[in-house]
């Protein structure tokens, strides 16, 4: 059994067109620019925004914002 991979760039390129010919050229940018790599250490960020916060705790104030946002459920 044979497999034909086609080039990475040929993929990318059926990819947008099927993107552009579903979403429009707008929304086909919109999308993608959601995959553009950002600044920054995000990792380091991370660690000093949460230092000293549990698991649990994050778990709890989730339950309290969801509760205060829907009281009868």
């Known amino acids: 059994m044979s497999v034909h991979f086609q080039p990475i760039s040929e993929i990318t390129h059926r990819a947008k067109n099927a ?6 050229v707008v929304d086909t ?7 553009r790599a950002g600044s920054g250490d995000y ?8 230092k000293g916060t549990s ?6 104030e989730i339950k ?3 509760s205060n946002r829907y009281p009868n459920e």
Do not use: D, H, P, Y
């Not at 990792?43 to 949460?50: I, K, S």
């Not at 698991?55 to 709890?60: L, Y």
């Open 55 to 60: 698991v649990k705790s994050v778990i709890a």
């Open 43 to 50: 990792t380091a960020e991370r660690e000093q925004l949460f």
């Open 64 to 66: 309290a914002r969801r």
């Open 29 to 35: 940018l919109r999308f993608l620019n959601q995959f």
């Open 19 to 24: 993107l552009i010919q579903e979403l429009g």
